[in-house]
């Protein structure tokens, strides 16, 4: 159980954090940058889940989303060092990347096919629904990148991530009248 008695330790006046395990790195670490974006992208989703309220399913979804990003935060802030750990640190899992998947296609039945790419926008929920997807493919990016660098990345948050912004977007839709209030891209039409 967490528990937070003091907000501000000073610890990291000196521009580090630590991890999970205790270690120490920079603010500006491609870990901490791949685990604050997540936490940006959920605040996003909590804005839009602000605009969601007559859409009891979508919301529900949208706040297990929620849960799941400090599940995905901690993750990524807990590193596997491939030494055992006093607490096993809390990891993103394979059911959550099946579950999340069930939830698009359940989401995705009703909605019409797309003949054109769809702009942000329609609804306030579909507007920050597609500001969280933005960032939520930010934060596919960083943890990509990391991975890329030879740091460990649980291979399943890696696909939660992935599967995360394609949900955004469906969901995005489906705060559109199930796609009735999408805006669609109209390539070339202001030259």
């Known amino acids: 159980m967490v528990r937070l008695n003091k907000i501000y330790t000073r610890t990291g006046d000196d521009g ?6 205790g270690e120490r790195r920079a603010k500006h670490d491609l870990r901490v940058e791949a685990y604050g974006t997540v ?4 605040a996003a989703i909590g804005m839009a889940r602000l605009h969601t309220a007559g859409h009891a399913g979508l919301d529900a979804i949208l706040a297990r989303m929620q849960n799941d990003f400090f599940d995905l935060g901690a993750d990524l802030a807990t590193p ?3 030494k055992k750990a006093e ?14 998947e069930a939830e ?19 609804t306030a929920a579909a507007a920050n629904l597609h500001l969280a997807r933005t ?5 596919e990016r960083l943890m990509v990148a990391l991975a890329d660098t030879g740091e460990a990345v649980n291979p ?7 599967r995360v912004s394609d949900l955004l977007f469906v969901a995005a839709r489906c705060a559109n009248g199930n796609g009735s209030k999408d805006v669609l891209w109209k390539p070339g039409e202001h030259r």
């Open 135 to 139: 960032v939520a493919r930010r934060a």
């Open 87 to 100: 607490h096993p640190p809390l990891r993103v899992t394979e059911s959550q990347v099946e579950r999340i």
């Open 156 to 162: 399943a948050a890696m696909r939660y991530i992935n």
């Open 16 to 21: 580090t954090t630590a991890l999970g395990s």
């Open 104 to 122: 698009i296609d359940s989401l995705n039945a009703d909605l019409e096919p797309l003949r054109s790419f769809v702009l942000p926008g329609g």
């Open 80 to 82: 596997d060092t491939g």
């Open 39 to 42: 936490d940006e992208a959920n």
